[in-house]
């Protein structure tokens, strides 16, 4: 029978640097970290640091309840009663309900946000034994050079020791992340669920990744999420939550229909967007790329910048009549997936261009 809730003691076996956690919604993932800070704590005096993307993440009303699971006064031994949070730390102490005031308490916990990092800098803060950043993968648009702004809160936290563990805890709604790209982790998108992992880098340094084994059959909650098997994987059974794309029903004729191929690499992947013509319907058909391109004169669409113009960053970019009726298309979302998988490389890239032309 599997175990309930996620079991971490396999992955602090590892005793890497760097630890990845990802896996099903509300699995334990996060409740596991916060116990071995605690712990950590309680048995060293060894500070640690919750790391979060935005800083209304941190704000009290969403993030006061982190330690209430815990029962602190069994794992003290009565030496405390309560955590409770303000000005963006944690403090663990001994409260007198009676006399409603706290006898004794102490920073323990320390709070930071990517999106405003300078304010986590400041005087020495001790020795911060684990840090996590909790939620670090997302459907929504990860920040501006994000990984630098991670490690610099790093280093605010870190300082010049050498014994911290930081561990990086998500759900599994995206596989595409800056995180797994910084880590050379390219192959993370084939790993299945009950994966672990560990990589070393040249200088020594090393990353474990875990992508928990799925609690589902024996999570009471599982029988709510029972519909669409695909948008409740990442629910039921930690895996990647991948929406439906639209899927032609029809045939087509690689031969006949297709009156140019054109491409767009991204995050180690490439697709191949078909532009087809069925009598009078024109759209784009995008599968997968498994084999090198051959036409050198061939439209690529990737995050590099290009002199050439046949290579461009964004859809609006070219200006041939063939890159506008690639744009008018993909405006018009007149778009066809092969698979799933495919939608959401185009889906991404598509995101990762948003951006860009906003400049943020």
Known sequence: MKNKYYNIQPLLDLNAEYNIIMGERSNGKTYSVLKVMIENYLKNGTYGAYIRRYADEVLPANIKALFQPFDIEK???????RIQYRGRLFEIGKYDPE??????REPFCFCASLNTWESAKGPDRGTVDVILFDEFLTRRFYLTN????????????IRDRENAKIFLVGNTVSFYSPYFEEFGLENIKEMEPGSLSCFTFQNGTKIAVDYCESVGETKGSAKFFNFNPTKANMITTGKWE?????HYAGTIDFVRDVLFRFYI???????????????????IYFHSQTKEIEDENAFIFSTELNDDPRKCVTFAQGETDAHKLINRL???????????????????????????????
Not at 265 to 283: A, H, L, P, S, T
Request: charged residues 25%.
């Open 75 to 81: 794992m003290s031994k009565g030496k405390y009663n």
């Open 99 to 104: 006399k409603d005031k706290w006898i004794t």
């Open 146 to 157: 994000e990984f630098l702004s991670f490690q610099n809160v790093l280093s605010s936290f």
């Open 242 to 246: 991948i929406p439906d794309y639209p």
């Open 265 to 283: 690499k991204f995050d180690n992947d490439v697709i191949c967007g078909c532009i087809i013509q069925k009598r009078e319907r024109v759209f």
């Open 330 to 360: 993909i405006r018009t979302q007149r778009v066809f997936f092969s698979t799933n998988k495919v939608g959401e490389i185009f889906n991404n890239y598509k995101k990762w261009q948003q951006k860009y032309s906003l400049g943020t």
